[in-house]
């Protein structure tokens, strides 16, 4: 969150909700669609292998179609790629980014 926080907070525009977001996204007031995409999202990052179609049926159950789950799920992954190779390369933070 510390490196994308000033992104999603002004694509936002919301800071209370922001907030409530970096807290704890689940029991931030955010429609099941979005919230649908976090579950989905947090489980291909944490626990990629056990993904399953039921997961996919879940978003498309919320309104997804194929090509936006598609891009959810290129998106998450490669956030997760590039994430595993900076820290395989020990990359630290830029100094100038604030927390």
């Not at 159950?61 to 997760?80: H, N, P, Q, T, W």
């Amino acid at each position: 969150m510390v490196h994308h926080g000033r992104g999603l907070r002004r694509l936002l525009k919301n800071d209370e909700l922001f907030d409530a977001i970096a807290n704890d996204w689940r029991t931030a007031e955010l429609g099941d669609k979005r919230k649908a995409m976090l579950e989905y999202s947090v489980k291909l990052t944490v626990s990629p292998g056990a993904m399953a179609e039921s997961d996919v049926v879940a978003l498309r159950d919320v309104g997804f179609s194929d090509r936006d789950i598609l891009d959810i799920c290129e998106v998450v992954s490669y956030y997760a790629y590039v994430n595993r190779v900076a820290d395989g390369l020990g990359v630290q933070l830029e100094t100038w980014l604030e927390t």
